[in-house]
Every structure is written in C-alpha cells, then in structure tokens.
C-alpha cells in the first residue's frame, strides 16, 4: 500500500473517498494519487447538432476541467498538510474503467467511493472498476470520512484465492489493528484439492508477520452470506471488513457473487475487496 489511487467522483468537491484515501496515506506513510475522469463531451454531440448546442457543451467541458483543475490544487495542498510527501492529481478525458485500467498499473491500492449521485455509483459498476483496476480496492460508504489510527479490522475467511489475496493486501492495515477477527467460514474447495502437509492457513500467515488475531466461527446460508459479514462486523464494532470479491463465470464483472453484491448495496463501514 505504498501507492494509493483515490477516485475523484466529482470534479468539484472533495469526497469521502479522496478524504478517507489521503487519510490512509498519511497513515501509512504513502504516496497517494487523485484522479478524476469524464467522457469526451464531444462524443454527446448528436451528428447535425446546431452550432449553440455544440458551443454550449464546449462551454460546459471547460468548465468541467477548471473545476477538476482547481480541485487538484486543493488536493495537493491538502494532504501536504497531513505530512504527504508525494501527492499527485490527474484529470482524463476517457472512459472510466479503461483509465483506471492505465493509470491503476501504477498504483499498489485503489479507494473508490460509494456515491449515489454518481454515475458509476452502483454495485455492479463500483465492480468493474475495480475489476478493470486490478487492484485490491477500499469501497468507501457515504458517511466515512477518516480511518482510525488503529482500529478494529474483520476479515471475512473461506480459504479461497480472493480471500488469500485480500488478507495479503490488507497485511500493512492488520498489522497496525489493536483487533482482528478473523471471521472462519466454509472453505471453498477447488476442483482440483491438494493437500499440503502442514496445511497453508490463514493463522499460519498471520503469526509469521505478529499479527494479533482471533478467530470466530462463521456459518451464514449463500443467499445471506454478505448481509450476514456485515452483522457480525458492526456487532464486533469493526472499522474495515477484508474480503474476497467473487463473481460468477466468465463475465463476473456484470454477474457478481451474492455475498459481493450484498455487502456492496448493504455496507455502512469502507470494505477492502479483491478479486
């Protein structure tokens, strides 16, 4: 978590997501990227349209990129004041997911927000940004401005390939946690099962890095699943749930895993995914 991308979802106001990324960075000690993109408003000129209407949306674009402009200045100034080292602001003219996809490939970790204002703001378009990121990603619900130095982490556990790869990229958040749960579900077996002596384990991995942890029994039906993470995490008062991010076949980016979509409708504390 060295390099952190915060999604901008406006280009005229901080969000929750660039408060709560910049936050994590200076916490960390990292580097941090703002990025804001729009459509080519060009490309929503109709063939034939009057030249008012083209003037206008030329007048709007401009508009739309001083605001982004201004709001990156702001952005940088910021979070030099909470001890950024290396803060840095991009604006695009793209489609989104493909620019995340390039500028993702510089990044270690991606903070999106959950804005139901913005276009991109439904579970299954928060899910194909972060697919098209390839990145473990923080989803940040409305209301979440800053994470707590040290805090209570839950981390959802099945032994699958998503949640290894979400437990690895959240080691720097566990290792600073005063609490971790870990959340002991049904494992997921692979068509093929090997079987390795002493066995790859989640306790296993978190002794070696000083993890402190605790593990719970968790048993929940598949239709309830996600709904059922997110209980347990505000019973236990957590303040970041680890999870795998699961789709179904081949095109998991529109098809998403109950448990995923629910804790992406549901969620109401920022949630680490990874695919």
Not at 95 to 121: E, N
Not at 182 to 190: D, F, I, N
Not at 218 to 227: I, P, W
Request: charged letters at 20%.
């Amino acid at each position: 978590m060295d390099t952190i991308l915060i999604h901008a979802s406006q280009s005229g106001r901080r969000t929750r997501a660039l408060e709560y990324g910049a936050h994590l960075a200076a916490r960390l000690g990292a580097s941090v990227t703002g990025a804001y993109v729009h459509p080519s408003m060009l490309q929503s000129i109709p063939p034939l349209a009057p030249p008012d209407l083209v003037s206008l949306v030329l007048v709007n674009a401009k508009t739309l990129g001083a605001d982004a402009d201004r709001l990156g200045v702001e952005f940088v100034e910021w979070t030099r004041s909470l001890g950024i080292k290396h803060a840095a602001w991009h604006v695009a003219e793209d489609y989104l997911p493909d620019a995340l996809a390039q500028i993702g490939q510089w990044h270690s970790l991606l903070v999106v927000g959950h804005d139901a204002d913005f276009a991109w703001g439904s579970p299954p378009d928060i899910a194909s940004l972060i697919f098209a990121a390839t990145l473990p990603a923080i989803v940040v619900p409305a209301g979440t401005v800053e994470p707590r130095a040290a805090g209570s982490i839950v981390v959802a556990w099945n032994g699958s390939a998503e949640a290894i790869r979400a437990t690895r990229a959240a080691l720097p958040l566990l290792k600073q946690a005063h609490k971790v749960v870990v959340l002991m579900g049904e494992r997921r077996h692979t068509l093929r099962e090997i079987s390795w002596n002493p066995g790859l384990d989640i306790e296993e991995f978190l002794r070696r890095h000083d993890v402190r942890f605790e593990c719970r029994e968790f048993d929940a039906d598949d239709d309830k699943a996600g709904t059922a993470l997110l209980e347990a995490s505000a019973s236990l008062k957590a303040d970041l749930l680890v999870m795998g991010m699961y789709g179904r076949g081949r095109f998991r980016e529109w098809i998403l895993g109950g448990a995923t979509r629910q804790v992406l409708e549901q969620a109401t504390l920022p949630v680490l995914m990874c695919h």
